[in-house]
């Protein structure tokens, strides 16, 4: 047993917490919520092209990291004394992917509206705490191994990233690319 696991299974509360972030970590809870706070904020901004941006990559990154899971079938960690079990495959996190795509689209969404510093670093910060959580407490439980969250956060954020970037070119009128109106 990890030392995660071992923790977890010597302390009742540990275990339950953790097992009350999994759930409401999984993607199919937070769709909803994270949808409604894109809609709030094309409600006060107006953008939508940059509000359907964040859904889209969202929705595209959970899929991705599902359809991932699938090309390379890692086993979940066997445990001699398992706290928790989870079905599917290991690699990468869903969980870690997810959180990771949906607080740094979230971020990237809202960074024009953050007008200070303070807000920024927060914003920021809240995504990093809010990903690690949701990493540690993967591994913890004992249903992914570190390289599982590991993967699942790279490719949540690197997802987003990449997406924004070519949202940024598509989105940006021809005279400001350099090139001929």
Request: one cysteine or more.
């Amino acid at each position: 047993m990890t030392a995660g696991t071992t923790l977890a299974a010597s302390h009742p509360e540990l275990l339950r917490a953790l097992v009350v972030w999994q759930w409401v970590f999984l993607a199919a809870h937070l769709l909803v919520p994270v949808a409604a706070l894109c809609l709030v904020y094309w409600w006060r901004t107006g953008n939508a092209t940059r509000t359907w941006w964040a859904l889209t990559t969202i929705l595209t990154a959970w899929g991705l990291s599902n359809l991932l899971k699938e090309l390379v079938r890692r086993a979940r960690p066997v445990l001699d004394h398992p706290v928790e079990s989870a079905d599917g495959f290991s690699f990468p996190s869903g969980h870690a992917a997810s959180t990771a795509a949906m607080t740094t689209a979230l971020v990237v969404l809202v960074w024009p509206s953050l007008r200070s510093r303070v807000l920024r670093v927060a914003a920021v910060a809240g995504a990093a705490v809010l990903t690690a959580a949701t990493a540690v407490d993967r591994v913890m439980l004992g249903v992914h191994y570190p390289s599982d969250v590991l993967a699942g956060i790279l490719f949540g954020v690197g997802f987003v990233l990449a997406s924004y970037l070519a949202y940024r070119h598509w989105s940006t009128p021809r005279r400001e690319r350099g090139t001929a109106s």
